[in-house]
């Protein structure tokens, strides 16, 4: 069965650089949701969007924005990289905003140096 | 202050007999919840989850019990395999808000 790709899945970046991850949800999946791990700890809700528009938001810096295109697929961009910003980055997506569980995708591991 | 809580960061049980994960929640909002596995590298795997209005779902070998009173519920996989070696991570959301809050997770190391 397909699952939720993200790219890329390892990026390196330097301190004020920027980012973009991109996530591809399951298809027919309406919903992501981006989470962040920073080492040893649990995954942090950034932010999620549903057809296209933002659901919710949580813990997700102002220097950070996403959004969810018209083929579902979502970006996350980072802007004025920072050292703590260095974490693993999920993406998971569901079948409906209404639909409880969430599949996640492999991650992105970003180190700013 | 963390809503979900795992108390055990690692638990190690024999081949065949059972493992018992436990988390504990704070948020009386919560209404759904869900256990993911996750091997390093990899993204968290979906197990099982549970409803607030039930006290028990069953998928296999795996169960996880609901107990609302207490704010508390736990995985139970029986038999343990030696590949059910993972963190497993609790994680919690409500009806009005779909972000799931995670617990810190517990490495199960399962003996051969």
């Known amino acids: 069965a397909a699952g939720v790709i993200q790219s890329p899945r390892h990026l390196i970046k330097e301190k004020r650089e920027t980012a973009t991850l991109k996530c591809y949800p399951i298809p027919r999946h309406d919903t992501v949701y981006w989470y962040q791990q920073g080492p040893g700890q649990d995954p942090q809700f950034l932010i999620s969007f549903y057809e296209k528009m933002q659901s919710d938001k949580g813990s997700i810096p102002d220097r950070f924005s996403a959004q969810q295109f018209s083929d579902y697929h979502s970006e996350l961009n980072m802007s004025s990289l920072e050292l703590g910003d260095s974490a693993l980055y999920f993406c998971?997506?569901?079948?409906?905003?209404?639909?409880?569980?969430?599949?996640f995708g492999p991650g992105t591991r970003l180190l700013v140096l | 202050d963390q809503q979900v809580k795992q108390n055990s960061p690692s638990l190690s049980v024999q081949e065949g007999r059972i493992s018992i994960l436990n988390c504990d929640y704070t948020?009386?909002?919560?209404?759904?919840f869900l256990w993911y596995k996750k091997y390093p590298a990899e993204g968290p795997t979906f197990l099982i989850s549970?409803?607030?209005?039930?006290d028990k779902n069953e998928d296999g070998r795996f169960t996880v019990f609901l107990n609302k009173s207490a704010k508390h519920l736990s995985l139970h996989i029986v038999p343990s395999q030696p590949g059910d070696s993972a963190v497993y991570f609790c994680a919690a959301g409500s009806g009005s808000a779909r972000q799931l809050t995670f617990g810190s997770g517990t490495q199960l190391t399962v003996l051969p």
């Open positions: 948020n009386s909002m919560f209404d759904y």
């Open positions: 549970i409803s607030s209005i039930k």
């Open positions: 998971a997506s569901s079948q409906t905003v209404y639909q409880e569980t969430q599949y």
